[in-house]
């Protein structure tokens, strides 16, 4: 698959960033910018954050395990971590910067836990496991595999999303890139994935396969939200002549839209650039932040919604002129967006930084969270809200590789 061909340190291989656009600089972590205290081992790395229905921030990771590695979780309540909790250890691990587990919260007992899983022994033969939590994460249900298709090609890059609480519910959706085709075309040929889609019940089994998208990028993270009228998921489609751009689809009336592009940028780049969107709702405002680089001119941008996502505003660019991408989005109370993206400094230096963008495309200055890495190592930064406080987590590569965690109120944004 195209993701071993790609690129050095995570960016853009074959483009020049575009030259610095005239925002404000910069501006050093907001004083009141607290580091909290990480739950997970020293070696670990991937971390991911969702928030529960009561407000509680999850984050789980991958750490190291005798033999193999762990996914693991704790809960933020406030300012403090609960004790971790394992939800699988295995050898059998697929381990990758770019596709990394996740958890989807249902409610306080209710948990959704997706991994990567070796099918065989080529280098990215591998498959997804889904398990469900009834209480909390004490324990965890027999794995399920959401694709019926077994070859040992690629499968991953999830996004989860819980259909609802009550009983009779859907369970949790999940799409995925499915790479059952790209083996079915052979190395000299197109090698397509595609987006596939399916539920996971309350009671274990899984709902119809849906084929959401036929051609796909290779190796860009998925993004899905529930909205008030049903999910939305963000994905980088793979257009026959190599335009790369961000697509949507909504689940409307119990079936899925085509997909369509959410900007014209048409960017076109023969490879991967491992560079997936983000999405974030509240009832029916969405907000999509994504990288992209038509022209050989990198930027990251946003976009906002008012139906849902059935259409999406004009792009408003975020970063600061040399973005290497990685993005996360969250909506505020107030409806601004807050983006998070990875931004070159200089050689492999770059700095994890955050602003905010109001609806009317107002930007403010651009924060910097944390110094970072741009090697492929330190990962995708993730950002998630609670209340009127905004959760930060990200990797720091090293032997051992570290998780830091910070928090602030989202006032400090300005």
Same mark, same amino acid.
């Given at each position: ?15 020049? &960033? ?30 991911? &954050? ?53 958890? @989807?919260? *249902? ?27 009834? $209480? ?8 399920? *595999? ?16 819980? @259909? ?20 079915? !075309? ?5 090698? @397509? ?6 539920? &996971? ?7 119809? /396969?849906?084929?959401?998208? @036929?051609? *796909? ?27 790369? $751009? ?33 999405? =974030?709702?509240?009832?029916? !405002?969405?907000?999509? !932040? ?5 022209? $050989? ?5 946003? #976009? ?16 600061? %002129? ?20 990875? /931004? ?16 009317? %495309?107002?930007?403010? =200055? ?8 741009? #090697? ?39």
């Amino acid at each position: 698959m195209m993701i071993r061909a790609l690129l050095v340190g995570g960016a853009v291989g074959a483009v020049a &960033l575009a030259a610095p656009t005239r925002h404000a600089p910069p501006a050093a972590p907001p004083r009141a910018l607290d580091s909290l205290a990480s739950p997970a081992a020293p070696g670990s790395a991937e971390p991911s &954050l969702t928030v529960g229905p009561d407000g509680r921030v999850y984050m789980s990771w991958i750490e190291p395990a005798s033999p193999g590695n762990a996914l693991r979780f704790a809960v933020l309540d406030g300012t403090t971590w609960s004790a971790p909790q394992t939800i699988v250890a295995r050898p059998d691990f697929f381990v990758n910067w770019a596709d990394f587990p996740s958890l @989807e919260v *249902t409610d306080s007992r209710r948990l959704t836990a997706h991994w990567l899983q070796r099918n065989g022994t080529g280098t990215y033969a591998y498959g997804v496991r889904l398990s469900q939590s009834r $209480d909390g994460g004490r324990t965890w249900s027999a794995p399920v *595999t959401p694709h019926r298709d077994t070859s040992q090609t690629e499968h991953g890059f999830v996004a989860m999303w819980s @259909e609802g609480t009550g009983a009779a519910d859907g369970g949790v959706g999940a799409v995925w890139l499915d790479g059952r085709k790209y083996k079915a !075309a052979g190395h000299n040929a197109a090698n @397509e994935m595609m987006l596939v889609s399916t539920t &996971l019940r309350p009671n274990g089994t899984l709902g119809p /396969e849906v084929r959401l998208d @036929e051609r *796909t990028c290779d190796c860009c993270l998925n993004a899905a939200v529930m909205t008030a009228k049903g999910p939305i998921v963000a994905y980088r489609n793979r257009s026959a002549d190599e335009i790369r $751009d961000i697509y949507v689809t909504r689940r409307v009336a119990g079936r899925w839209t085509a997909g369509t592009p959410v900007h014209d940028d048409r960017w076109k780049i023969a490879a991967c650039p491992v560079n997936g969107p983000a999405l =974030a709702a509240r009832g029916n !405002a969405v907000a999509l !932040a994504w990288f992209t680089a038509p022209g $050989d001119s990198g930027r990251v941008n946003v #976009a906002f919604s008012d139906n849902a996502g059935a259409t999406f505003g004009a792009p408003i660019r975020v970063d600061g %002129g040399t973005p290497a991408g990685r993005v996360d989005v969250v909506l505020l109370p107030n409806g601004d967006a807050l983006v998070t993206w990875v /931004e070159r400094v200089g050689g492999d230096i770059a700095a994890v930084r955050a602003r905010r963008i109001t609806r009317a %495309g107002v930007a403010g =200055a651009p924060v910097t969270v944390a110094s970072s890495s741009a #090697a492929r190592a330190s990962g995708f930064p993730r950002a998630v809200a609670t209340g009127s406080s905004v959760v930060f987590a990200w990797t720091v590569p090293g032997r051992p590789s570290t998780i830091r965690v910070a928090r602030t109120d989202a006032a400090a944004f300005r």
